[in-house]
């Protein structure tokens, strides 16, 4: 059974940094990719930033220069490294792997991310 596992969300003051995690398990087809998405409230599930298995990244422009993604020793987990926080990122972040010859998407189940002025 796949499982991914999201930690690090929390409240943060605007401009502090939050480091996000994300551990996936029971992938049994080979990892294309690893994301990151941001869910703001009202709104839909946006890309953040993204990591393929040969370590390209790709980053949304209102994150570019702030956020870091990398993933760790094991190919099975990712990170989002977030510095100078601002409150228009607030949201639910949802850890993304996509696998397989058929590209399936997998889901986490989200972390809340709340930055305050």
């Known amino acids: 059974q796949v499982h991914l596992e999201e930690s690090g969300g929390g409240l943060v003051q605007a401009g502090g940094s939050l480091t996000l995690s994300c551990a996936s398990s029971?992938?049994?087809?080979?990892?294309?990719?690893m994301a990151w998405y941001r869910q703001a409230p009202g709104k839909q599930r946006d890309l953040v930033a993204q990591?393929?298995?040969?370590?390209?990244?790709n980053y949304v422009d209102f994150v570019k220069g702030r956020f870091i993604i990398s993933k760790g020793i094991a190919e099975s987990v990712v990170y989002l490294q977030m510095n100078k926080l601002e409150p228009e990122d607030t949201g639910v972040y949802y850890c993304?792997?996509?696998?397989?010859?058929?590209?399936?998407?997998?889901w986490g189940q989200g972390t809340q991310v709340t930055v305050s002025s």
């Open positions: 993304n792997v996509v696998a397989g010859s058929y590209r399936s998407h997998y």
């Open positions: 029971g992938i049994i087809f080979r990892i294309n990719s």
């Open positions: 990591i393929s298995t040969g370590g390209s990244t």
